[in-house]
């Protein structure tokens, strides 16, 4: 099983970049898929997820409004549109698959409860 996250790059603030989420070995729509990032010298943190039906939850406050995540099952892809980008968003962007059909509401988006990841994307917000 292999996630493959692509898509990121340098874009000014106010810009816009999508990533993606591919996945040998495994049929990503039966699986939650959430995205994480990690900036230097901070935690890895959970940006948003999509459950099996489709139901989003976006973790980061700053995300919402700003981010949409999508999955095209005929791609076996998850896509991350982000918009409006700020210099905050400079991070590693990875994406990863939880081993249920929801997005987990009560505890967050916690690291250890993924079972698959991407080897991540750096996406940098320059001001």
């Known amino acids: 099983v292999q996630l493959q996250a692509s898509g990121g790059g340098l874009v000014q603030t106010g810009g816009s970049l999508r990533l993606s989420c591919t996945a040998s070995?495994?049929?990503?729509?039966?699986?939650?898929v959430a995205w994480f990032r990690q900036a230097p010298g901070k935690e890895r943190e959970g940006v948003s997820c999509?459950?099996?039906?489709?139901?989003?939850?976006y973790y980061a406050r700053s995300a919402r409004g700003r981010f949409a995540v999508s999955r095209d099952n005929a791609k076996n892809a998850v896509y991350l549109q982000m918009s409006n980008l700020e210099p905050e968003d400079t991070a590693v962007y990875y994406c990863?698959?939880?081993?249920?059909?929801?997005?987990?509401?009560?505890?967050?988006?916690?690291?250890?409860?993924?079972?698959?990841w991407g080897q991540g994307t750096l996406v940098t917000v320059s001001s």
């Open positions: 999509i459950s099996t039906n489709n139901g989003t939850l």
């Open positions: 070995g495994l049929t990503l729509n039966s699986y939650v």
């Open positions: 990863a698959s939880h081993p249920r059909t929801t997005c987990e509401v009560r505890y967050g988006a916690r690291p250890v409860d993924y079972n698959y």
